[in-house]
């Protein structure tokens, strides 16, 4: 028996403690604690660690305060397109959906494709179906959506009016998303790991864009050495394979999960592009992050829990 | 001025001469043949290795022999859904694409995607949407079409319906596209690497199924260490994250092209699954596969060129 530890992620952002009011960080410790309670007391109970991570970020998809499920932001065409990864560390069984409009839980669609086993990953209207055949709670788009993210892609249809779309290059001011993906890593009581990740993706972004969350590798990803789920600008931890590096350097290189992941984040990522959750076999966490802000807590089996927003906190 | 590498690859399997016709074999070697000649031109005139990539993989595309553009298997639906990727290994740029179905070239929509920046990966309707504000070539599905892929969904339905897909499980007999994806990794004369991959996926795939093949650091990688193209059994190498992991071996572990692209092939993925194309900044070509056959040939600047299907060959 080992002493379990879960932590999770609401997004990272170049935000402080003046872009949010207190009722908005009433209501997002409040999801977080929620989300930590949901997958502790399954590993608590000793059910596995996917089983955790699955609940957890079941709880932050129906929390309309964060970019996934509920409260997803919306693309270009005024389309919600979510998507989702978790990834078993014990046997790297994973699975991922992108380009859903009405699936309630991406995550669960996630861990269905898993379970299913024939394919990995599945997109757009054939991932829908698959989860209809599943009998996974489907909505109509408008469960989705919040007049938070209505306004943010208003605001950005204003910017790219007044601004040509070459000159915001790559960045894209995904800055301006202050709460982002949601995601979170467990270790359980036989010392199983396991990661999930959940997101509406960024404002604006193209209809179709695949962001690093459902890519396994890049925003999600676990196995025997750790188990690791990102938030920030996609793009970047995607041409980067973040999530896997962080294994990468532990298993090639002899690193310590602290060393491997500071090395991801500060080294390898731009600064200012986000941040990452990871926990390794002897429990350790990590929540490394390279711009001022990320919504994040952890709990453990000895009772020791935190959330923090910004930099200073735990 | 460093002396140019090409290598490209038409599929891997387990099939050996029993299996192919000497008039397939005479087409194969043919489109193989234009493949390398393609991309070699561009490099012996200076051109960029991503440049290379692209012409080569284009060339392959439009050949009917071979599973990717022109002659892409059938997925459950009867559709054909395309996909591919490219990566620059100088600056980490790549873009991908999914879910193709009029496409012509869909490693040039993936060059596209990487060119505009914005993101790195679009998917279905949006990645055909912005295919066609690019000006890309499209063509009706019906262009896509061959009796051999059609007849080779066929056989699977009819296999469908004798044995419950349950039985099948995660093999699910892939071995039988016995011509599969293609692919290129390309050393240019400035010393600069890339990698481009492009496929129908698999046949009887659920449909909006994402394979590894524009799964960045799945089935496509390049960074200043070295260019992968994968194929084979795609979710294996998905789980695995298998083309960064030739690089993370070599970065991180001190190990060389030939010893990581091994470890990959022989140690880490399933007997059988497939293997993959790989170049070194020092020129070094491996191509690795763990099943009896994978098409597969080089050329360099010095004149030597070598196509080989089985596994005795070159």
Known sequence: MHAWTLAVHGGAGNFTSEHITKAEEREIRDAMQRALGAGGALLQAGDSALAAVEAAVEVLEDAPRFNAGRGSC?????KHEMEA????GVTRRAGAATGLETVRHPVSLARAVMEDGRHVFLAGSGATAFAEAQGLQLEDPSFFRTDRMAQNLAAWKAYEAKQAVEAVGDGFHWTSQKFGTVGA???DTQQRLAAATSTGGR??????RVGDTPTIGAGTYADEACAVSCTGNGEEFMRRVAAYDVSARM???DATLRESADSVVFDVLPEGSGGLIAVDREGTVVMPFNCSGMIRGYCRADGSFAVGLYG???
Do not use: L, W
């Open 185 to 187: 890593v467990a270790r």
């Open 312 to 314: 200073s906190e735990i």
């Open 203 to 208: 404002t604006n972004k193209y209809p179709g």
């Open 85 to 88: 990864a978790i990834m078993d």
């Open 74 to 78: 919306y693309a270009a065409n005024g």
């Open 251 to 253: 298993r090639y290189g």
